[in-house]
């Protein structure tokens, strides 16, 4: 059985920085495409930055360029979201997808194509 669960998520200040995991069970990671969504209320569920298995390579949404960082721990099966520099408007339900094992670049994947997604941690950034 697929699980995706991610953690970190919390109250910051803006300016303020958190890190997300996304812990895996049941597929290896470095073989799926990956990706973190967002969204926030009222509004569609957000690629936020994604990693192809194919090469490793990254691919970011511009308004968290320069921001964010997204990472992957083959050893722990686990995939990361470092932010920093918080913004309000990055206050959302952040989700951690997979899907694969796949060859295709992750930023050629909408939502829709992604087969396994995680419960969702909650960010807010508030003064």
């Known amino acids: 059985q697929v699980q995706l669960v991610e953690s970190g998520g919390g109250l910051v200040q803006p300016g303020g920085s958190l890190r997300l995991s996304c812990e895996a069970s049941?597929?290896?990671?470095?073989?799926?495409?990956i990706a973190w969504f967002r969204q926030a209320p009222g509004k569609e569920r957000e690629r936020v930055s994604c990693?192809?298995?194919?090469?490793?390579?990254?691919n970011y949404a511009d308004s968290v360029k320069g921001r964010f960082t997204i990472s992957r721990d083959n050893a722990k099966n686990t995939l990361y979201l470092q932010m920093n520099s918080l913004k309000p408007e990055d206050t959302a339900v952040y989700y951690c997808?997979?899907?694969?094992?796949?060859?295709?670049?992750?930023?050629?994947?909408?939502?829709?194509?992604?087969?396994?997604w995680g419960q969702g941690t909650q960010v807010t950034v508030s003064s």
């Open positions: 997808a997979a899907e694969g094992p796949t060859y295709y670049y992750c930023s050629g994947l909408g939502a829709s194509e992604y087969g396994y």
């Open positions: 049941g597929i290896t990671l470095n073989y799926y495409a």
């Open positions: 990693i192809s298995a194919r090469d490793g390579s990254t």
